[in-house]
C-alpha cells in the first residue's frame, strides 16, 4: 500500500479546506499539511472566457467532470466534487448570522444554544471577508454593527437593482444590497468585476474561489493537494481512542490503495460527506461510526425554509444586468421574545425573463422582426420582481443523514441519504409563516401598482449544514465549538457540519469563520507539542 505522512491531514478540497489550509501555513509555516480530495482539480482560469461563451451559445455546463459519477446522495443539494467543491460556482453572496441564531434557547426557549459568544463569532467574520474579498455596504440597521469596515465598497447598483430598491422601499421596509466575494476593485491579485453576468464561470477571476488560495499555496510549496483521491475508511488506534490513518483509493488507478498517517486528521467534506466518512469508519470499539458515542453523527441536519413571490411592478426591468446581485432587507432577522417566533431574510432579485423577447405572441401568432420588438417592448413596460425569504426552520434529531444501502459506489460503499425534517415547534407555527409572508408579500406589491403574479414554497432546505453538530455537552453533540471531536482528541471537523442550526441567510461565510477558528485552535496544539 502506498503511504504517506504529514502533520495534518485534512479530507476534502473545498472552501473550508482552502482557509484551513492557508491559515495554517501562515500561523506554523513548518507544518506538512496535505489536503485530500475526491475529484479533479480546475486550475484553468486562462481557459474560462471560452468556457463562458460556449455557455452562452451552446447552454453548456461550463463545469463538465465536476462530480464523480457513482458519489451521489439522495436528497444533496450539489453534486460538486472537485477541487475548490461547490464554491467553484457559488454566486459569492456573503451574509453573516446573528446573534439570536447563537442564543435560540436563552432568547427564545426554542432548540439549541451555541457553545460560542457572538463576539467571538464576530472577530472571525471580519477575517473571512478579509481573506475571500468581500465588497459590500454596512447594514443600516444598529443591531448589525460590525467592528471592522468590508474590504471593499459596495457593488455599484444597476439600473434593474436601483428600480427594485425605490420600489422596494415604498413599502417602509430597508433594502440594500448583498455584500459579495467579489472584486470591486483589483483585490489580492485578482480582477475587478466587470459585471457580465456569468458568475457561475466568472472568466475573470474577481469572484473568489479556492483554487486561487489553493495555487497560491502550491506555487510557495505550502502543502500537498492530492485530487482525485477518495478517502473511504479512518482507521483507529488498536489501543487509543484516536485517528492513526486514513484509508484511500486513487481513482485514477482503482486497484491502488493509499493511506494516509498524521497525528491530526480534519474533515472538511461539507454537511453531507463528512458525516458519512465518519458512519463508513464504524469498528468493533465504535460500531456505529467514529465520533459517534452520542449517537448524533448525521442528526440534526439544518438549512433553512423559503417562500418567494413574483410581483408585477411598475417599473422597466431589462434582462441580463448582473442577475445574481441583489438586494436584502435584515429587518426581519429580529423578532420579540413575548411575540411569535419568525426570523427571516428578505431578498428582492430582478426578474427579466419573463419579459425576454418571445418568438410567439400570447395569442399563439409567429414574432418576427419589428413585430417581435413592438411585442417585447410592450411587455417591458411593466417589469417584475423576484422575492424571497428564506426563514428559520429548526431541525428534529430525526433530520438525518444516514447509510443507503441501495445505493453504492464502485468500491461497495454505500451512498448516504437526507432527510430533512423540522421539529415540533417549527411545524407548529408553520401557518403562521405563510400568513405573516402573504401579508409581507401583499405589502409590497401595493407600494407601488404591483400585482403579485405568483407564490411558493421551497421544496428543500437551502444552504444546509449540520450531521456533526457543535456543544459543550458530549451526550448532546458530536464535537466542541472548535470543531474538535468529542470522542477523538485528534481528529476535527471543520465548517458546515458542525452548525447547530442554518439561521435564515446563506451561510458560506459563517463555515468560513468557524474554521479559521478552528484553524488557529490546530496551530495551537502544534506549537505546544513542539
Request: proline share 6%.
Amino acid at each position: 500500500m502506498q503511504r504517506h505522512e504529514c502533520d495534518v491531514c485534512i479530507i476534502g478540497g473545498g472552501i473550508t479546506a482552502a482557509m484551513l489550509a492557508q491559515k495554517l501555513a501562515e500561523l506554523r509555516p513548518g507544518l506538512a499539511v496535505t489536503v485530500i480530495e475526491g475529484g479533479k482539480k480546475f486550475f484553468d482560469l486562462e481557459n474560462r472566457m471560452q468556457y463562458r461563451q460556449r455557455s452562452i451559445q451552446y447552454a453548456e455546463n461550463p463545469w463538465p467532470g465536476d462530480f464523480i459519477e457513482d458519489q451521489a446522495a439522495k436528497g444533496v443539494i450539489s453534486r460538486t466534487m472537485a477541487v475548490g467543491g461547490s464554491a467553484l460556482h457559488w454566486g459569492g453572496t456573503c451574509n453573516r448570522f446573528s446573534e439570536e441564531d447563537l442564543r435560540l434557547k436563552s432568547m427564545f426557549g426554542l432548540h439549541v444554544d451555541w457553545p460560542l459568544e457572538w463576539k467571538e463569532l464576530e472577530k472571525f467574520y471580519c477575517e473571512a471577508e478579509r481573506r475571500l474579498g468581500v465588497s459590500g455596504e454596512p447594514s443600516p440597521l444598529p443591531e448589525d454593527r460590525r467592528s471592522a469596515p468590508y474590504p471593499m465598497p459596495a457593488m455599484t447598483m444597476a439600473h434593474n437593482l436601483l428600480e427594485l430598491k425605490q420600489w422596494a422601499e415604498k413599502s417602509g421596509i430597508p433594502f440594500w444590497s448583498t455584500p459579495q466575494a467579489k472584486n470591486t476593485r483589483p483585490y489580492d491579485g485578482r480582477a475587478q468585476c466587470i459585471r457580465c453576468n456569468t458568475c457561475s464561470i466568472c472568466p475573470t477571476g474577481a469572484r473568489y474561489s479556492p483554487d486561487f488560495t489553493f495555487k497560491k499555496l502550491l506555487a510557495g510549496g505550502k502543502f500537498q493537494l492530492h485530487d482525485q483521491t477518495l478517502v473511504r475508511k479512518l482507521v483507529l488506534d488498536d489501543r487509543k481512542p484516536t485517528i492513526v490513518a486514513a484509508q484511500a483509493v486513487n481513482r485514477t488507478r482503482p486497484g491502488d490503495p493509499v493511506e494516509y498517517r498524521a497525528p491530526l486528521f480534519v474533515l472538511a467534506s461539507g454537511y453531507c460527506w463528512s458525516p458519512h466518512l465518519l458512519l463508513l469508519s464504524q469498528c468493533s470499539r465504535y460500531p456505529n461510526g467514529l465520533a459517534n458515542t452520542s449517537g448524533l453523527v448525521g442528526r440534526y441536519m439544518c438549512g433553512h425554509a423559503f417562500l418567494s413571490a413574483q410581483i408585477e411592478i411598475d417599473a422597466k426591468i431589462y434582462p441580463g444586468m448582473n442577475e445574481t446581485h441583489a438586494l436584502i432587507s435584515r429587518q426581519f432577522f429580529r423578532c420579540k421574545s413575548d411575540g411569535p417566533f419568525i426570523r427571516h431574510d428578505l431578498r428582492v432579485w430582478e426578474s427579466a425573463a419573463a419579459h425576454e423577447p418571445r418568438l410567439r405572441s400570447a395569442d399563439g401568432a409567429i414574432l418576427l422582426g419589428d413585430s417581435l420588438l413592438a411585442d417585447w417592448r410592450e411587455r417591458a413596460k411593466r417589469g417584475s420582481a423576484r422575492v424571497r425569504g428564506y426563514y428559520d426552520v429548526h431541525p428534529d434529531r430525526d433530520s438525518a443523514l444516514t447509510l443507503d444501502p441501495s445505493s453504492r459506489n464502485q468500491f461497495g460503499d454505500p451512498m448516504p441519504k437526507i432527510d430533512h425534517q423540522p421539529d415540533a415547534a417549527s411545524l407548529a407555527r408553520q401557518q403562521f409563516t405563510r400568513d405573516h409572508f402573504q401579508q409581507l408579500f401583499g405589502k409590497l406589491a401595493q407600494a407601488n401598482n404591483g400585482k403579485i403574479l405568483s407564490t411558493s414554497a421551497g421544496n428543500y432546505w437551502d444552504h444546509p449544514a449540520g450531521g456533526c453538530r457543535m456543544g459543550a455537552d458530549s451526550s448532546a453533540s458530536v464535537c466542541d465549538s472548535f470543531g474538535q471531536t468529542h470522542d477523538h482528541e485528534n481528529l476535527f471537523v471543520a465548517g458546515s457540519p458542525t452548525l447547530p442550526n442554518a439561521g435564515c441567510t446563506n451561510g458560506t461565510l459563517t463555515f468560513v469563520a468557524l474554521t479559521l477558528r478552528t484553524a488557529e485552535r490546530i496551530a495551537a496544539r502544534f506549537r505546544k507539542s513542539r
